[in-house]
């Protein structure tokens, strides 16, 4: 049984310009949450997505948007890049009724 | 802004002795959860700790948990080099999100 797997593992991307994180959740999980770690801090949560609906956000500009697919899989969007968005981005997933929350390994995004 | 503190920030031990780490949050909560992070990639779920529940064990790890101090504290015994890692609480308040410290960074050395 597959965990939390995310995509890219690493990106590189300019100033300005737009990135796409995937997720696909572990198996038999509909609820994805997406955080954000930067450099020695502990994770931030940006939104949870629960039957393809955004059903709680964190603190974080609109710039930041997601999306979730019938098969439970997500996206989170990221508009506009700036220096400050460089950081580890985290999915997990969980049943909707529980909640413990499986991560998945991040993906490593550096902005220049 | 994060709901809990860890402390101590960093931590050194001996393998074999045990680590003691603390958590402090702010608001209510449902549960609170700890967290294992190796080489800043994804967490690993270890224990979690209803409010409801003072103590809880896993294997080599306690948990316990005094809500009118909101605070919680993680013991690891007999660490093993395995163990070195980053330690995170996290705090669930019943809103579909998980509120995490800044981390307790344990170093057990051979």
């Known amino acids: 049984d597959a965990g939390v797997t995310q995509s890219p593992t690493h990106l590189i991307k300019t100033r300005g310009q737009q990135v796409t994180l995937r997720c696909s959740p572990k198996?038999?999980?509909?609820?994805v949450s997406w955080y954000q770690q930067a450099l020695g801090q502990g994770p931030q949560f940006i939104f949870q997505?629960?039957?393809?609906?955004?059903?709680q956000r964190g603190n974080f500009p609109d710039r930041f948007s997601g999306h979730q697919f019938p098969n439970y899989s997500s996206e989170l969007n990221v508009n506009a890049l700036l220096l400050g968005d460089s950081a580890l981005y985290l999915c997990?997933?969980?049943?909707?009724?529980?909640?413990?929350?499986?991560f998945g390994p991040g993906t490593r995004l550096t902005v220049t | 802004s994060q709901q809990g503190e860890e402390d101590p920030q960093a931590l050194s031990i001996q393998e074999g002795e045990n680590a003691t780490m603390n958590c402090s949050y702010k608001?209510?909560?449902?549960?609170l959860q700890w967290y294992r992070q190796n080489s800043g990639r994804g967490l690993v779920h270890l224990i979690l700790?209803?409010?409801?529940?003072r103590e809880k064990h896993s294997g080599r790890l306690r948990v316990t948990l005094d809500t009118s101090k909101k605070s919680s504290s993680l013991l690891i015994t007999a660490s093993r080099a395995a163990d070195t890692a980053s330690y995170f609480c996290?705090?669930?308040?019943?809103?579909?999100?998980?509120?995490f410290g800044a981390g307790t960074t344990v170093t057990v050395r051979a």
């Open positions: 198996s038999g999980h509909d609820t």
């Open positions: 997505y629960y039957e393809e609906e955004e059903r």
């Open positions: 997990a997933s969980s049943p909707s009724s529980f909640h413990e929350q499986y």
């Open positions: 700790i209803r409010s409801n529940e």
């Open positions: 996290a705090t669930d308040a019943n809103d579909y999100k998980l509120s």
């Open positions: 608001t209510s909560i449902n549960n």
